[in-house]
């Protein structure tokens, strides 16, 4: 599957792409999905604005994408197939996993990274946001492949501090951070993650190491 993978820089990338998990329960199915479909349009034109430049407080975003051949992926999932197919040289493809590099001091709602500090914090700090992957290829080492191609670009960007918030219980997320070099910041207050309805989160933060130095 590996030798398959192909990860790019995109922003056209299909309007469910950053909604390909589906619910597990059966109660109220329809809203359910209504719902995060809603939620991932909202946030498809987000992206959109963010990466043109368009989002205040952005210097620059990059989404990147993994995507495998259709013909891989057949007998796996025929929605995931439909939601997320496109062409590429000929070939049928299909997004398999998504993350956004934001190049910015701060994500709005969140914990804010305290490196590095002082004047031209907004040009070395970077966050990893909307990082997702198919359920039908989870634990297949796809995730890490997007934080690693992640790095690489924060590293070309002059990037010298990157962060990802997770959710305080998401252990598996968090095992996967923790095993790509990220360790613990800081965590969010109770009273905020009351105020914006939502599970606590923590902040982890890694190092990129500015190759051109050696």
């Known amino acids: ?3 398959n993978l192909n990860l790019a820089k995109t922003v056209m990338v299909p309007n469910h792409a950053l909604a390909i998990s589906r ?3 059966r109660v109220n199915e329809p809203i359910v999905k209504d719902h995060k479909r ?5 946030e498809f034109e987000a992206l959109k604005e963010r990466v043109a430049g368009k989002r205040t407080g ?5 989404c990147i994408n993994a ?3 259709l013909s891989h992926l057949l007998s796996i999932s025929d929605d995931l197939c439909t939601a997320c197919k496109f062409a590429e040289n000929g070939e049928d493809r299909v997004v398999v996993g ?5 190049q910015c001091l701060r994500l709005p709602d969140e914990i804010t990274g305290m490196k590095p500090q002082g004047i031209g914090a907004d040009f070395a700090r970077a966050y990893l946001s909307n990082v997702c992957v198919a359920k039908e290829l989870q634990r297949n080492g796809l995730a890490h492949a997007l934080i690693v191609k992640s790095k690489m670009i924060a590293e070309d960007w002059g990037i010298s501090d990157l962060y990802v918030h997770v959710t305080i219980d998401n252990e598996p997320a968090k095992k996967l951070y923790m095993k790509s070099g990220f360790v613990y910041e800081n965590d ?5 993650a009351r105020f914006l309805d939502r599970p ?3 902040l982890l933060w890694t190092e990129i190491p500015n190759t051109l130095d050696l």
């Not at 969010?188 to 905020?192: G, V, Y």
């Open 58 to 62: 952005f210097r620059r975003v990059s």
């Open 200 to 202: 606590r989160r923590i």
């Open 67 to 69: 995507t495998l051949p």
């Open 38 to 42: 809603c939620l991932a349009e909202r």
């Open 1 to 3: 599957m590996q030798a």
């Open 98 to 102: 998504t993350l956004d590099l934001n």
């Open 23 to 25: 619910p597990d329960t």
């Open 188 to 192: 969010e207050p109770a009273w905020q």
